[in-house]
């Protein structure tokens, strides 16, 4: 083995690094916030069929599922620039995210929605509930439980796949790793120091997850 | 702006290199991801706590890091050790890695989803425990489990993407280097996107459609 | 043909079996009743070595059952068990599903494995059903091919545990009527089981289990109206 490891520069850069992990954490906030929002119209207007709307919304969640994540990210920061439009690497990466996450999150919620079964609703009206409160207390927290679960993997998702934002030039933990390593031929330590901290992102994301889920649920559906 | 020009005969062929290797590439992924994550779901469905435990932990590392890093790592690894693979064999070895990690996951969750009443039965009929795996637990589990393996064998065709970071000519790398030569960004890429699509919607609906006719 | 002698087993620390015996002859109907819980499914489990026994013997057929030396997997062929839940085997035709045993365990040829299947799904009644999947048929019709199934390895013995606690009322009979026809061929069968009726009218003994052990045991029809033990006069009225 005729490698010598040399951590101290990497350790030396812990700050600049942690700064990519930062923007990491809050491109993939971001994008789940945004996604949810969107996922939330595009599910209802699905769901309640009305054309064209429910047109777009397909097309929308087909190109999000069925293309690679990364031609997403080229689209918006290649393919827009030549229609003119430059999106800056974290703004190109954040919209494909968003993009993404949108079209994941509809189905999630749709299948959320659609998999509480009818007599749920007729048990709650012949209690005499009100629409809003037959939603607010039997149907969305049925729903908030099955689409937990899906959402806290799509989370780690884009966590993992901002990633992608090495190859456009951004500057989350990825992209500062691969800058510093480049100037610093220390490849292999900075980007398994790099592999490290995404671990240790994910599980912590993974622990909080569980320990919401805890609070929330109270431990009902495993 | 040009929207559409015609592609010289030597970017056709310097496309369809890409997809073949996309291709290459994402069936060496499929088949050794299913065949190792077969194998490791069933370990992980028959075995013990800590046997469990230690796959397990072995498999969240895998779903737990970046696959770009992964692939950079390792590739970066060997070459420091003074084996350098090439790309095609370091991306191959990782993607498949990674594909088992989630096959894996699949299958042990369909072999779980097999009730110990049904072994019972069949044990009661005088059959081996390895008859019971085979002709029982095995066809029941792997049927109820065809929609979620075709939907990561779609996702592994998407991040074959990937393994262009290691110097792998796919599909999309190759769709690069034909934007930078002929400045045309959209079509290119719009183009790729199809090929993309053309691949992964069909597939996808032919999975919602076996999934719908199972749950009924 | 089967001698149960002084059978103790335990789950853990809870104690199950408290010193069962029991012999059945060959040809005998032995109807076992009782309340949950007092360990009558778990004699069956034991008789065919899916559960193990801390202490005693059941003898199968000149056969220690528990011994170490004893294949079990052979010993089953022997004994035919039909559980609560049919398990049918869902991705197979009801003829696979009676096929498959007599084909793979006993190794006979396809042909001849279809053969026996197809003489005893005639024989419960399912002879029209032979390419139908499970899945489609009605629970009574289910657990019948589950006893034709067990029926196809030609036991010398069928156990029935509650076989008809899980169907629906109008399907009880069709497979009670089972159950009579095996009794009057002449199938050995010990029958776990809550159905009085069919204990008193088909079965030749009675045994009430009480807290892992038999509390009275005698001719069907005297332990059914007549019983003399108060624990099981006091069972019988609860569930008349």
């Known amino acids: 083995m005729e490698y010598e490891f040399h951590w101290n520069i990497v350790f030396q ?94 189905e999630t919620f749709r299948g959320g929605f659609q998999s509480i079964p009818s007599t749920q609703y007729s048990a709650s009206k012949s209690l005499g509930m009100t629409s809003l409160q037959l939603y607010r207390y039997i149907i969305l927290p049925q729903m908030l439980r099955r689409i937990y679960h899906p959402m806290t993997n799509q989370f780690v998702w884009s966590i993992l796949m901002s990633s992608l934002g090495i190859l456009v030039g951004m500057s989350e933990l990825s992209g500062t790793t691969q800058r510093l390593q480049s100037s610093s031929f220390r490849t292999l330590e900075f980007f398994m120091v790099a592999a490290v901290m995404y671990f240790i992102i994910t599980k912590l994301v993974l622990l909080g997850s569980s320990l919401i889920s805890r609070k929330l649920f109270k431990g009902e559906i495993g | 702006m040009n929207f559409i020009t015609p592609l010289s005969w030597d970017d056709t062929g310097f496309i369809l290199t890409g997809i073949m290797n996309t291709v290459t590439i994402s069936v060496v992924a499929i088949v050794l991801g299913t065949l190792l994550g077969l194998i490791v779901g069933f370990m992980r469905a028959e075995s013990s706590r800590v046997v469990n435990a230690l796959f397990g932990g072995l498999l969240d590392i895998l779903r737990s890091v970046p696959l770009i890093i992964q692939l950079v790592l390792f590739s970066t690894f060997i070459g420091a050790m003074g084996h350098p693979l090439n790309p095609f064999v370091a991306g191959s070895i990782i993607l498949s890695l990674y594909t088992m990690a989630f096959m894996s996951e699949v299958f042990r969750s369909g072999f779980e989803s097999v009730h110990q009443s049904m072994m019972t039965s069949a044990r009661s009929l005088g059959m081996t425990y390895w008859q019971t795996i085979f002709y029982i637990r095995l066809p029941i589990g792997l049927r109820a489990v065809f929609p979620s393996w075709l939907g990561v064998a779609l996702s592994v065709i998407k991040d074959s993407a990937l393994v262009s970071v290691i110097g792998y000519m796919e599909l999309l790398r190759t769709s690069e280097q034909l934007i930078s030569r002929t400045q045309q960004p959209l079509m290119i890429l719009i183009g790729v996107g199809i090929f993309y699509f053309i691949i992964s919607y069909p597939l996808s609906s032919y999975g919602r459609y076996v999934e719908r006719k199972m749950t009924t | 043909m089967i001698s149960i002698q002084n059978v103790h087993k335990s789950f853990g620390d809870l104690e199950v079996l408290k010193g069962v015996s029991l012999d059945v002859n060959d040809g005998e109907v032995v109807s076992i009743i009782g ?55 869902p991705h197979m035709t009801v003829l696979e599903n009676a096929a498959l045993a007599p084909r793979i365990v006993k190794k006979m040829s396809k ?43 030609k036991p010398d013995c069928m156990l029935f545990d509650e076989v008809t606690s899980a169907l629906d009322p109008e399907l009880v009979g069709e497979v009670l009527d089972t159950l009579r026809l095996l009794a009057d061929e002449g199938m050995t069968m010990i029958c776990v089981t809550h159905e009085m009726g069919f204990a008193r009218d088909v079965s030749d003994r009675v045994a009430y289990f009480h807290e892992g052990v038999i509390a009275e045991i005698g001719e069907a029809k005297q332990v059914i109206t007549d019983p003399q033990n108060p624990l099981t006069q006091k069972f019988l009225s609860k569930v008349r």
């Open chain 3, 35 to 89: 309340g949950s819980g007092s360990g009558k499914s778990t004699l069956l489990y034991c008789i065919n070595a899916i559960e193990n026994i801390q202490k005693g013997k059941i003898i199968v057929d000149g056969v220690d059952v528990h011994s170490k030396e004893t294949n079990k997997d052979k010993m089953r062929q022997k004994l035919g068990m039909v559980f609560q839940q049919w398990n049918s085997f």
């Open chain 1, 13 to 106: 850069n812990m700050p600049e690094l942690l700064n990519g992990a930062f923007v990491t954490l809050h491109v993939s906030v971001l994008a789940m916030l945004l996604g949810i929002v969107i996922a939330i119209l595009l599910a209802i207007v699905k769901m309640n069929n009305s054309k064209p709307f429910c047109y777009v919304a397909t097309t929308w969640v087909e190109i999000a599922r069925n293309t690679p994540a990364l031609f997403q990210i080229y689209m918006a920061y290649f393919g827009l620039g030549a229609l003119g439009i430059h999106l800056s690497p974290y703004v190109a990466v954040l919209s494909a995210l968003v993009f993404i996450n949108a079209g994941y999150l509809t």
């Open chain 3, 111 to 153: 042909a001849e494995s279809i053969e026996i299947a197809k003489k005893e799904l005639v024989h419960v009644g399912l002879g029209d059903k032979f390419d139908v999947y499970p899945t489609k048929m009605s629970g009574g019709q289910q657990q019948r091919l589950a006893i034709a199934r067990a029926l196809a390895m």
